[in-house]
T-cell receptor, first 112, second 113 residues
């Protein structure tokens, strides 16, 4: 069964450093998302992406964040200057149509 | 924007009994309601969904109901089993906007043997 894959599974970075989280959505899916989940809390929407542009973003998704689909398969989330409070599990998700999204296994980002 | 409230935050039921998780949403334009199950340390997994033109949907031991007028929707798990123990999230989405799924705060379901 096809699934969304994310790399790395765990990323440790120093405060102020840039990180890039990578995702390969399911191949025939058209809608892509990034969510984050702080330990023990709910899943929070960051950004949605369709037709090579951002569809919607939350207030969390400020100028420090950017997304890109550099080729036909990858979908990346960049955090330019990480803060301690960026530590969380970041989930990529994709959906074929405007239906429930399928999530990747997540990247645990730890900012020290 | 959309806001989804979910309760209870924790629920413990005896194995074999039923579990019910309830959610409300704020945006009457929302028209799609997925439910996710998240086991410890794993990804959220879509387990069932319902569209606004349907009042109820069932898949084996799980069922969802939707009351559009009251903006309520619920997840029902019957004949609960130990493997049902997880955190369950309800969510709401406005399909026409192609944008975002807004999650509730989650319910930690524990099944007592």
């Amino acid at each position: 069964e096809p699934e969304v894959t994310q790399t790395p599974s765990h990323q440790v970075t120093q405060m102020g450093q840039e990180v890039i989280l990578r995702c390969v959505p399911i191949s025939n899916h058209l809608y892509f998302y990034w969510y984050r989940q702080i330990l023990g809390q709910k899943v929070e929407f960051l950004v949605s992406f369709y037709n090579n542009e951002i569809s919607e973003k939350s207030e969390i998704f400020d100028d420090q964040f950017s997304v890109e689909r550099p080729d036909g398969s990858n979908f990346t989330l960049k955090i330019r200057s990480t803060k301690l409070e960026d530590s969380a599990m970041y989930f990529c998700a994709s959906s074929e149509a405007l239906l429930g999204a399928f999530f990747g296994q997540g990247t645990r980002l730890t900012v020290v | 924007g959309e806001n989804v409230e979910q309760h209870p935050s924790t629920l413990s039921v005896q194995e074999g009994d039923s579990a019910v998780i309830k959610c409300t949403y704020s945006d009457s334009a929302s028209n799609y309601f997925p439910w996710y199950k998240q086991e410890l340390g794993k990804r959220p997994q879509l387990i069932i969904d319902i569209r606004s033109n349907v009042g109820e949907k069932k898949d084996q031991r799980i069922a969802v109901t939707l009351n559009k007028t009251a903006k309520h929707f619920s997840l029902h798990i019957t004949e609960t089993q130990p493997e049902d123990s997880a955190v369950y999230f309800c969510a709401a989405m406005l399909r026409s906007s192609a944008s975002k799924i807004i999650f509730g705060s989650g319910t930690r379901l524990s099944i007592r043997p």
